[in-house]
Nanobody, 124 residues
Framework: VQLQASGGGLVQAGGSLRISCAAS????????MGWFRQAPGKEREIVTAINWSGDSTYYTDSVKGRFTISRDNAKNTVNLQMNSLKPEDTAVYYC??????????????????WGQGTLVTVSS
């Protein structure tokens, strides 16, 4: 499975950005998906995750109410809509896929495949 993240860029605080992850998997619906991020000098952290059908999601507290994860199994994509961005959201964002998608996971070690990351920079 190959994951290709895209859509990162530079945005001002308070702005919005949508990043996407395209998967090469034959059975994309068999995977739970997650977005992680890593800021300079910090450890990688979970941002949000979604199960195979999209009816179960997780958001870390710092992004609740601002970020929305969604997936389109017909197009093999998972998207992250980020609104009201803050400078502390600056990081490289990684998408990840976990086989056995009925339940998502918030642990990085549970994910089987990772994308290359896309940089999101929020200026103050």
């Amino acid at each position: 499975v190959q994951l290709q993240a895209s859509g990162g860029g530079l945005v001002q605080a308070g702005g919005s950005l949508r990043i996407s992850c395209a998967a090469s998997a034959r059975r994309f619906s068999g995977y739970a998906m997650g977005w992680f991020r890593q800021a300079p000098g910090k450890e990688r952290e979970i941002v949000t995750a979604i199960n195979w059908s999209g009816d179960s999601t997780y958001y870390t507290d710092s992004v609740k109410g601002r970020f929305t994860i969604s997936r389109d199994n017909a197009k093999n994509t998972v998207n992250l809509q980020m609104n009201s961005l803050k400078p502390e959201d600056t990081a490289v964002y990684y998408c990840a896929a976990k086989w056995g998608g009925s339940r998502y996971s918030i642990g990085a070690n549970d994910y089987d495949y990772w994308g290359q990351g896309t940089l999101v920079t929020v200026s103050s």
